[in-house]
T-cell receptor, first 115, second 114 residues
Framework: DQQVKQNSPSLSVQEGRISILNCDYTNSMFDYFLWYKKYPAEGPTFLISISSIKDKNEDGRFTVFLNKSAKHLSLHIVPSQPGDSAVYFCAASGEYSSNTGKLIFGQGTTLQVKP | KAGVTQTPRYLIKTRGQQVTLSCSPISGHRSVSWYQQTPGQGLQFLFEYFSETQRNKGNFPGRFSGRQFSNSRSEMNVSTLELGDSALYLC?????????????FGEGSRLTVL
């Protein structure tokens, strides 16, 4: 039972253009969402997060949008750079008050940014 | 500040054997979580330890176990290895007071079961 789904295994965009990575979830108890980026041979690194009380969070070139009614979130990267080429994981937490390390991850989307 | 350190980085075992993986968290981090990454499955939560106590457990069989020591270092053990246990095992640590889910991952231990 995949509670967090990233339906696009891969995405290719041109440098300078926008990259949009999508994520859907099924559990309405999730109240905190995160994006992680992973380069080969490295561990995932935290990128950006959003609480369920917000619908948008921005950090430099990265913006995460949350649509609770559709149980959908997306990560926008503008402008995309070749160094952004990596695997992006969407993750969800349903234990905001407990502050635990338990996250539910999607399968990941491999982003390739072409020069 | 040193990051999360996992050892060994690579190992090969045969079916039926057991394996122990080690994780040293970032200094001051008391929470350690373990994840399994396999192709097409993303990262799946194994368990989390905080102050030497298991705080959360994922849906893995009892062959998967772990523990945490007083210095916050953690180990996970897989007994009676199966071919399907071949995966990248990731350890992550976090501060007690950070927002939920902001985990700091190690580079992982890649286990191959033959």
């Amino acid at each position: 039972d995949q509670q967090v789904k990233q339906n696009s295994p891969s995405l290719s965009v041109q440098e300078g253009r926008i990259s949009i990575l999508n994520c859907d979830y099924t559990n309405s108890m999730f109240d905190y969402f995160l994006w992680y980026k992973k380069y080969p041979a490295e561990g995932p690194t935290f990128l950006i997060s959003i609480s369920s009380i917000k619908d948008k969070n921005e950090d430099g070139r990265f913006t995460v949008f949350l649509n609770k009614s559709a149980k959908h979130l997306s990560l926008h990267i503008v402008p995309s750079q070749p160094g952004d080429s990596a695997v992006y994981f969407c993750a969800a937490s349903g234990e905001y008050s407990s502050n635990t390390g338990k996250l539910i991850f999607g399968q990941g989307t491999t982003l390739q940014v072409k020069p | 500040k040193a990051g999360v350190t996992q050892t060994p980085r690579y190992l090969i075992k045969t079916r039926g054997q057991q394996v122990t993986l080690s994780c040293s968290p970032i200094s001051g981090h008391r929470s350690v979580s373990w994840y399994q990454q396999t192709p097409g499955q993303g990262l799946q939560f194994l368990f989390e330890y905080f102050s030497e106590t298991q705080r959360n457990k994922g849906n893995f069989p009892g062959r998967f176990s772990g523990r945490q020591f007083s210095n916050s270092r953690s180990e996970m053990n897989v007994s009676t290895l199966e071919l399907g246990d071949s995966a990248l095992y990731l350890c992550a640590s976090s501060l007690e007071k950070t927002l939920p889910g902001e985990l700091f991952f190690g580079e992982g231990s890649r286990l191959t079961v033959l």
